[in-house]
């Protein structure tokens, strides 16, 4: 698995437009991790990043491209 973060939309499809049409791709939509806390402003992303975590052990092995898009802060 290879793992990509970009930041909004304009460098999301910049970044796929790049990216191999033969590749699998999961893109995960996350809000953008404060200085602060180094967690995201989103709860519901903060309650699930141990599941995303534990899947990403889970598909290490498997030739898949996952793209973490940052989709900026609260007032965004």
Same mark, same amino acid.
């Given at each position: 698995?290879?793992?990509? +973060?970009?930041? %909004?939309?304009?460098?999301? &499809?910049?970044?796929?437009?790049?990216? !191999?049409?033969? #590749?699998?791709?999961?893109?995960?939509?996350?809000?953008?991790?404060? +200085?602060?806390? %180094?967690?995201?402003?989103? &709860?519901?992303?903060?309650?699930?990043? !141990?599941?995303? #975590?534990?899947?990403?052990?889970?598909?290490?092995?498997?030739?898949?491209?996952?793209?973490?898009?940052?989709?900026?802060?609260?007032?965004?």
């Amino acid at each position: 698995m290879k793992q990509i +973060e970009v930041f %909004g939309h304009d460098e999301l &499809s910049k970044k796929i437009s790049e990216l !191999p049409k033969d #590749e699998v791709i999961i893109i995960y939509f996350v809000g953008t991790k404060l +200085e602060e806390t %180094g967690k995201s402003w989103c &709860s519901d992303c903060v309650k699930a990043e !141990p599941s995303i #975590e534990e899947t990403l052990l889970e598909l290490k092995s498997l030739n898949v491209i996952f793209l973490v898009c940052n989709v900026g802060n609260k007032e965004e």
